[in-house]
């Protein structure tokens, strides 16, 4: 017989009450990914690739999201057994096992979810994460008989022998598909809360004379968001693994405490970040890269020995190709920079092309958008654009072509020309003394006067 499949219940219809938040609080991001993702990352990771999300009724329009796993929608929070009641009453799971796990609790790991499984193809009916927290306050307890959980008790139903136990309950359990779904529907709510507590569900196997055992996974690994501060923890807990993960292959990281990485952030070999950069999601850095500190990026690309910074701002498309330089108080975005050009300071490239080899001068200005719609600028390879140079799209800028400094170019520039704007230049000789005299005069009486 093959082994029945293993089909998630990710409780998620928790109100973002204590966020203060008009999100729900598995929408928050951590490293640039919704809390939630980050669980239904590691299930998949863990081999499950189906999951039943349960939503709360403020977030039912977020279902499509989810695809290609399936929302439920508890219209009223009556606990987490109802949670998954509605979770099995609305799907046709058959003779799949089912694994709760939290929307909110993000660092589960799949090692640690495989070796709950571990139980099932071990025949117990059901298994419970358990863990030992410093401080196990609110947690249910797992009441066990050697290697039997007997059942699990929550805090504020316990009596205090109950509540001395130091191994609490995660709230992540895996169980027969078709004995959960029974007991799912005889649960009661006449306990301290008035909710349909999932945890009765262990005491109901063993009534049935049914194995049910636990696992104990780390701490670490069983943190819940319920707070922005319970956020700002996992987001330095999550940076600190991505950091890791990051000098581990290859790149050096000169302050990895100022260094920020995403959940998708990638990087080739030898590449050196400097202090203070962000790197927000959807980036790609090839090897040998210098990146200069003080640098913020999104959904970019670097190519391989491509020197970014200090203070540059790569915004969503923007590709800055093979050994280009991008450097100070220059913001890019959706535009390439092909390989070996340079656009070195003090500039603005949105919604264009420069070229091979091209080189940019400092204070050259895309003009890209007329308060209406969005347009774009190409400039040639090995075009050399003067500083100060205003570039009014759609505008093209031909191979090899020439602007001189501080033109503003709102004509195309044919290949190899020479574009200047020609206002002439008035010297007035000898003024300078007379201007400096008249000058210095008006600061000294005013001087006196205060
Ligand atoms: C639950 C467990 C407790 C365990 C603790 C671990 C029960 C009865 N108690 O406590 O033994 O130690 O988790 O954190 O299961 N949720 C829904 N719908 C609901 C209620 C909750 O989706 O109607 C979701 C929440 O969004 C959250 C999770 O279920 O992701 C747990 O709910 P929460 O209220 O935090 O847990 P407790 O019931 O306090």
Redesign the pocket.
């Known amino acids: 017989m093959s082994k029945p499949q293993t089909i998630a219940v990710v ?5 973002s009450t204590r966020m203060k938040s008009d999100i729900p ?2 929408m928050h991001r951590l490293a640039g990914l919704p809390v939630v993702d980050h669980v239904l990352a590691s299930l998949d990771a863990a081999g499950i690739n189906e999951a039943i999300v ?1 939503l ?1 009724p403020e977030t039912a329009d977020q279902a499509d999201r989810f695809a290609p796993h399936t929302t439920v929608v ?1 219209t ?8 998954v009641r509605v979770a099995l009453d609305a799907s046709n799971t058959g003779e799949a096992d089912i694994l709760v796990v ?4 993000p660092f589960i790991a799949p090692k640690t979810i495989k070796a709950l499984l571990g139980w099932r193809q071990e025949g117990a009916a059901a298994a419970v994460l358990g863990f030992c927290p410093a401080t196990p306050h ?4 797992l009441i066990t008989d050697g290697d039997q959980v007997s059942r ?1 008790v ?2 504020a139903d316990a009596s205090s022998d109950e509540l001395a136990v130091g191994l ?4 992540v359990l895996v169980a027969d598909g078709r004995k959960l779904k029974a007991w799912v529907h005889a649960l009661k709510n006449d306990n301290a ?1 008035g ?6 569900v262990i005491a109901f196997a063993n009534a049935e004379n049914d194995t049910c055992r636990f696992t104990e996974g780390p701490v670490d690994e ?1 943190f ?1 968001i ?1 707070t922005r501060a319970d956020l700002a923890v996992a987001e330095g807990i999550i940076q600190n693994r991505y950091r890791a993960a990051a000098m581990a292959g290859g790149v050096t990281l000169i302050d990895p405490a100022s260094t920020f990485l995403s959940h998708d952030t990638t990087f080739g070999t030898d590449v050196e970040v400097g202090p203070f950069t962000v790197f927000g999601p959807g980036v790609t850095i090839g090897s040998h890269v210098s990146i200069k500190g003080f640098c913020h990026f999104e959904s970019a690309t670097i190519g391989d020995r491509a020197t970014v910074g200090p203070y540059a701002r790569l915004r969503p498309g923007t590709a800055v190709e093979t050994c280009a330089h991008v450097g100070n108080f220059v913001e890019i975005k959706n535009a390439r920079i092909e390989e070996g050009a340079k656009v070195n300071h003090l500039t603005y490239i949105g919604d264009a092309r420069v070229g091979k080899a091209a080189n940019i001068g400092a204070g050259t200005i895309t003009a890209n958008y007329d308060g209406f719609s969005k347009s774009l600028t190409d400039i040639g390879a090995g075009a050399s654009i003067g500083s100060n140079t205003v570039l009014v799209a759609p505008v093209t800028v031909g191979d090899g072509a020439i602007t001189g400094a501080g033109t503003v170019i709102r004509k195309d520039v044919p290949d190899n020309a020479i574009a200047v704007t020609d206002a002439a230049q008035k010297n007035r000789e000898g003024t300078a003394k007379a201007y400096r005299a008249q000058r210095k005069a008006i600061k000294d009486t005013k001087r006196k006067d205060s």
């Not at 009223?76 to 949670?83: C, F, N, P, S, V």
């Not at 609490?168 to 709230?171: D, F, V």
């Not at 909710?195 to 009765?200: A, Q, S, V």
């Open positions: 409780l998620a219809a928790g109100m609080k598995v349960v709360g508890q009223e929070r009556l606990g987490t057994g109802h949670a939290y929307g909110d609790t609110a947690y249910g307890r699990i929550e805090a609490c309950n995660s709230g809360k909710e349909y507590y999932l945890t009765d069983l819940g319920d």
